[in-house]
T-cell receptor, first 114, second 112 residues
């Protein structure tokens, strides 16, 4: 029972480099989310998707792009990384009836931008 | 604009104590209120949740109290154990929009 799998788990980037974080879920969830977690600031929503081929902006979308070409995958891209994007990134997924089971989170990607 | 305010930021109790974590929200569109538990190096995991049509929900040692008129809800942990030491996040969800807003988290330490 894999649930939500995030790759990579750790990454160090230089300022200006680009990268893609991959999230994969095997629960047939309709909704998927990307959050960032910073000390003392909780979890802030970056982008989310309510279905294959759809995406929407969350609270802190600047500097990030996303794509959901397949229902089970949600990709988060950083085109030109900045030190302010140093954070722990969590992917989550849920059924369309959000209140049925809440979110299932991945184990996170720790990103450092130097 | 912080839509969900959580307090306290940190909490230390003795084993057997009853820690209480409080959250307040502003948006009346929120209609689902979950709590998540996070251990170091792990992702948050759903602990317990409540709908606004009930005032209390209990699952094992965990209880949510909900006050719709005050737009506040709280988590109580009965007979707390060292294994309960973790960070707890409240959240408020707008199920029509399909997304949740989280509080800033409370780091709970239960001393043996």
């Amino acid at each position: 029972n894999a649930g939500v799998t995030q790759t990579p788990k750790f990454r160090v980037l230089k300022t200006g480099q680009s990268m893609t974080l991959l999230c994969a879920q095997d629960m047939n969830h309709e909704y998927m989310y990307w959050y960032r977690q910073d000390p003392g600031m909780g979890l802030r929503l970056i982008h989310y998707s309510v279905g294959e081929g759809t995406t929407a902006k969350g609270e802190v979308p600047d500097g990030y792009n996303v794509s959901r070409l397949k229902k089970q995958n949600f990709l988060l891209g950083l085109e030109s990384a900045a030190p302010s994007q140093t954070s722990v990134y969590f992917c989550a997924s849920s059924y369309a009836r959000l209140a049925d089971y809440g979110y299932t989170f991945g184990s996170g990607t720790r990103l450092t931008v130097v | 604009q912080q839509q969900v305010k959580q307090s306290p930021q940190s909490l230390i109790v003795q084993k057997g104590g009853i820690p209480i974590i409080n959250c307040a929200y502003e948006n009346t569109a929120f209609d689902y209120f979950p709590w998540y538990q996070q251990f170091p190096g792990k992702g948050p995991a759903l602990l317990i949740a409540i709908r606004p049509d009930v005032s209390e929900k209990k699952e094992g040692r965990f209880t949510i109290s909900f006050n719709k008129s005050a737009k506040q809800f709280s988590l109580h942990i009965m007979d707390s154990q060292p294994g309960d030491s973790a960070t707890y996040f409240c959240a408020a969800s707008d199920t029509n929009a399909g997304k949740s807003t989280f509080g800033d988290g409370t780091t709970l330490t239960v001393k043996p």
